[in-house]
């Protein structure tokens, strides 16, 4: 069965140090990965996509198949980036999706 | 706000009545997507159509929840004999259908209390 794993409910971080927030999924086929953000106040909305192999506000994500890993990381965090962070799993070619738990990041001045 | 929109933002209802939720998709998104998050989770899929077509529906969705997509544009999702099981935030979300790109523009969501 296809699932999500977010381990870190909570993570704190102070600002300019590293943040890594992880991610572990299970699935048969051919995975496609996102990460999700939700700031305060405001509606879920799409970080990036392992297929684009991009880098959004500094983050990156990088798909490890032998670990099955898809973890978001950032080399120095800002105050802004403070917000829930969900990791994502498509199935069917993006007819659903299956979401982790979430990740609360703070970063502490 | 070109986005997708949900209304109402909040409803509150008494155990037993009927809900009904809309969505209004960004409009050349011809895919539609609902979901359900409760405190503490990620957003679970309920169902999703392709145009004015419900291509599928989680066993999430109990015979109590109904959708529609009348001519492929905005969504209803109604709840029928509410329970406190049923309190949650509702997600709409719409995305086109085209090559890679597979991520959704979600909606603020209808946060649904029953009391």
């Known amino acids: 069965a296809q699932r999500v794993t977010q381990p870190e409910k909570l993570l704190s971080v102070f600002k300019g140090a590293p943040v890594e927030l992880k991610c572990n999924y299970s699935?048969?086929?051919?995975?496609?990965l996102f990460w999700y953000v939700q700031y305060s106040r405001q509606r879920l909305q799409l970080l990036l996509r392992h297929i684009s192999r991009e880098s959004i506000k500094g983050f990156t994500a990088d798909l490890n198949k032998g670990e099955t890993s898809f973890h978001l990381k950032k080399p120095f965090a800002q105050e802004e980036d403070s917000a829930m962070y969900y990791c994502a799993l498509s199935v069917w070619s993006g007819n659903q999706f299956y979401f982790g738990t979430g990740t609360s990041l703070t970063v502490i001045p | 706000d070109t986005g997708v929109s949900q209304d109402p933002r909040h409803k509150i209802t008494k155990r037993g009545q009927n809900v009904t939720f809309r969505c209004d998709p960004i409009s050349e998104h011809n895919r539609l997507y609902w979901y359900r998050q409760t405190l503490g989770q990620g957003p679970e899929f309920l169902t999703y159509f392709q145009n004015e077509a419900q291509l599928e529906k989680s066993r999430l969705l109990s015979d109590r929840f109904s959708a529609e997509r009348p001519k492929g544009s905005f969504s209803t999702l109604e709840i029928q004999r509410t329970e406190q099981g049923d309190s949650a935030m509702y997600l709409c979300?719409?995305?086109?259908?085209?090559?890679?790109?597979?991520?959704?523009?979600f909606g603020s969501g209808t946060r649904l209390t029953v009391v």
């Open positions: 979300a719409s995305s086109l259908v085209q090559g890679a790109d597979y991520g959704y523009t």
């Open positions: 699935y048969s086929g051919s995975p496609e």
